[in-house]
């Protein structure tokens, strides 16, 4: 029986729990697990962990769809005009062009993933944001990764809506 599938020409990989690429952004911990590069360009897939009100603000994604799995810990997800609070096992499918956030809303940490396809969000994230250089909680959102954020999202096809959610206003 052959059990190879024709595909994309990326090689097939595990990654142990505690593996990928860490980046600090929007005061969360963001571990890549799949990235276009290791795709062929089919997906990006994210664990995020966030401490509580984490979280990015409102946004909008021009190229990408997004899925969100909820892990660990209470969230609520903006998509749209419609809130839902959402508790470990739910999921949401955000398609490209909707405004959407995720907020922590728990007291210790929790986990979100997020899966992007196409691939190539990661890029963004990399920009944007700083490699995590401990095990420590991320740090709050400052002026520099504003700054960050909007350039790399002209360059990525992601708007940030409002920065109020962290304390900023566009």
Not at 28 to 40: L, Q
Not at 51 to 62: C, K, L, N, V, Y
Request: include cysteine; aromatic fraction near 8%.
């Amino acid at each position: 029986m052959n059990t190879t599938i024709d595909g994309p020409t990326s090689d097939a990989y595990v990654l142990a729990a505690a593996d990928g690429e860490r980046i600090w952004i929007a005061g969360d911990t963001m571990t890549i697990k799949a990235s276009a590069s290791t795709t062929g360009g089919s997906l990006s897939l994210m664990e995020i962990e966030c401490s509580a009100g984490g979280g990015p603000p409102p946004h909008i994604h021009i190229r990408e769809d997004e899925a969100l799995y909820v892990l660990d810990g209470e969230f609520e997800i903006l998509i749209g005009e419609r809130v839902r609070s959402c508790g470990p096992g739910a999921f949401a499918f955000i398609p490209r062009g909707t405004i959407h956030r995720f907020a922590y809303t728990g007291e210790s940490a929790g986990r979100i993933l997020a899966l992007f396809t196409p691939g190539g969000i990661d890029g963004f994230f990399r920009e944007a944001g700083r490699p995590a250089t401990d095990d420590g909680p991320a740090p709050p959102i400052d002026e520099h990764e504003i700054t960050l954020t909007n350039t790399a999202g002209e360059r990525y096809g992601l708007k940030v809506v409002a920065w109020e959610d962290q304390g900023r206003a566009t």
